[in-house]
């Protein structure tokens, strides 16, 4: 038989042959690699080592000064969340006490020093490549265009995960040695949900640093945009905020009850425009089950430690109600940033 007679073998030659496509996981290469790269960095080593000294330096002194509170209250259903919402002096402020450690509570330095995670995971991720002439030659290699930036940003979340979830559970630990309150069930997926929420925020900071990167040419200039973005959400958002506030719903000497609401609702509305302010309000809620409808104060906090968990709280489900807003804006800002910084590069031209 002859390739031109009929037959099985005559069709198997006459069809035509594949397309070569490039492989349809070329993502996960990517991300591999730069995965790889992330965990053996020097960046990856100090920000690893200072986020867990400082969680761990606010977690140890918190626990102190809630033990010698706290000192007639054997177990507490919510006693082991204050660890990580509570500080010292907030504690030693409400009960005129001296606080061991002037230090800031957990979430309240992860809030601050966590972003640094993202900003450095993605401040070089595109514009490195190009300064280095290897952005040519990746994209040269059989996979998508598209598989380049989001190999590199699960990467970079995939290390702020690593690595913020092996602080939480040293430090974690660490707390329950030295409060001596075993968590519960509740107490634990409270705290797993937190975790999900912190790398969903600290991921808006890598879309963030991952956009600066690809607009902008060089690694410095994307890391100044970043940092400086950082600084104005985290540092200066709250003294911002005040100024606002004061400026356009003051309060008098003697504060009526509609200017104290006014200056309340323009206050509460300026802090939930800002990614840190966002946080903030979903950490209380979701860590502090007695957050019903509004946000405790450290006092209210504060009695909870001496006095125990009152009748009404909020199981966990009912938290995830009062929370949701919030956690569906830091998951929005995130989307945005990523599809803006997917876009730019998708048009950008690259020349070898």
Same mark, same amino acid.
């Given at each position: 038989?002859?390739?031109?007679?009929?037959?099985?073998? @005559?069709?198997?030659?006459?069809?035509?042959?594949?397309?070569?496509?490039?492989?349809?996981?070329?993502?996960?290469?990517?991300? %591999?690699?730069?995965? %790889?790269?992330? #965990? @053996?960095?020097?960046?990856?080593?100090?920000? !690893?080592?200072?986020?867990?000294?400082? @969680?761990?330096?606010?977690?140890?002194?918190?626990?102190?000064?809630?033990?010698?509170?706290?000192?007639?209250?054997?177990?507490?259903?919510? #006693?082991?969340?204050? #660890?990580?919402?509570?500080?010292?002096?907030?504690? &030693?402020? %409400?009960?005129?006490?001296?606080?061991?450690?002037?230090?800031?509570?957990?979430?309240?330095?992860?809030?601050?020093?966590?972003?640094?995670?993202? *900003?450095?995971?993605? !401040?070089?991720?595109?514009?490195?490549?190009?300064?280095?002439?290897?952005?040519?030659?990746?994209?040269?290699?059989?996979?998508?265009?598209?598989?380049?930036?989001?190999?590199? !940003?699960?990467?970079?979340? &995939?290390?702020?995960?690593? +690595?913020?979830?092996?602080? =939480?559970?040293?430090?974690? &630990?660490?707390?329950?040695?030295?409060?001596?309150?075993?968590?519960? +069930?509740?107490?634990? +997926?409270?705290?797993?949900?937190?975790?999900?929420?912190?790398?969903?925020?600290?991921?808006?900071? $890598?879309? $963030?640093?991952?956009?600066?990167?690809?607009?902008?040419?060089?690694?410095?200039?994307?890391?100044?945009?970043? *940092?400086?973005?950082?600084?104005?959400?985290?540092? !200066?958002?709250?003294?911002?905020?005040?100024?606002?506030?004061?400026?356009? &719903?003051?309060?008098?000497?003697?504060?009526?009850?509609?200017?104290?609401?006014?200056?309340?609702?323009?206050?509460?509305? =300026?802090?939930?425009?800002?990614?840190?302010?966002?946080?903030?309000?979903?950490?209380?809620?979701?860590?502090?089950?007695?957050?019903?409808?509004?946000?405790?104060? *450290?006092?209210?906090?504060?009695?909870?430690?001496?006095?125990?968990?009152?009748?009404?709280?909020?199981?966990?489900?009912?938290?995830?109600?009062?929370?949701?807003?919030?956690?569906?804006?830091?998951?929005? $800002?995130?989307?945005?940033?990523?599809?803006?910084?997917?876009?730019?590069?998708?048009?950008?031209?690259?020349?070898?």
């Amino acid at each position: 038989m002859n390739a031109s007679t009929p037959g099985p073998a @005559g069709a198997a030659r006459a069809r035509p042959r594949p397309e070569n496509r490039p492989p349809s996981g070329g993502w996960r290469i990517v991300a %591999a690699k730069e995965l %790889a790269d992330h #965990l @053996g960095s020097i960046r990856f080593v100090v920000l !690893f080592v200072v986020l867990g000294l400082a @969680g761990a330096s606010a977690v140890y002194s918190v626990s102190q000064q809630i033990t010698s509170v706290a000192a007639g209250v054997s177990t507490g259903q919510s #006693l082991f969340p204050l #660890l990580f919402t509570l500080s010292a002096s907030d504690i &030693a402020a %409400a009960t005129q006490q001296t606080a061991n450690t002037p230090l800031p509570s957990f979430v309240t330095l992860i809030s601050l020093l966590a972003p640094l995670l993202g *900003i450095a995971f993605g !401040f070089d991720a595109v514009n490195r490549e190009r300064a280095d002439r290897t952005l040519p030659r990746l994209l040269a290699q059989p996979i998508y265009r598209d598989d380049v930036i989001n190999g590199k !940003f699960a990467a970079g979340l &995939a290390a702020i995960g690593i +690595a913020l979830g092996a602080v =939480l559970v040293v430090i974690a &630990a660490w707390g329950v040695i030295q409060l001596g309150v075993v968590p519960t +069930a509740e107490d634990v +997926a409270r705290l797993v949900v937190w975790y999900v929420v912190a790398i969903v925020y600290i991921g808006f900071w $890598l879309a $963030l640093a991952t956009l600066c990167s690809v607009v902008m040419r060089r690694a410095a200039s994307s890391a100044l945009v970043a *940092i400086s973005a950082w600084l104005v959400f985290s540092l !200066f958002g709250s003294l911002l905020i005040s100024t606002v506030v004061g400026l356009l &719903a003051p309060l008098s000497a003697s504060p009526t009850n509609s200017e104290v609401i006014a200056n309340g609702h323009l206050q509460d509305a =300026l802090t939930r425009i800002s990614p840190d302010g966002i946080f903030q309000i979903a950490t209380q809620a979701i860590l502090d089950p007695h957050v019903t409808a509004g946000i405790l104060t *450290i006092d209210q906090r504060v009695a909870v430690v001496q006095q125990g968990a009152p009748g009404s709280i909020l199981s966990l489900d009912q938290s995830l109600l009062v929370v949701g807003p919030q956690v569906l804006a830091i998951v929005a $800002l995130t989307v945005v940033c990523f599809a803006l910084a997917y876009i730019a590069f998708m048009r950008q031209e690259v020349r070898a």
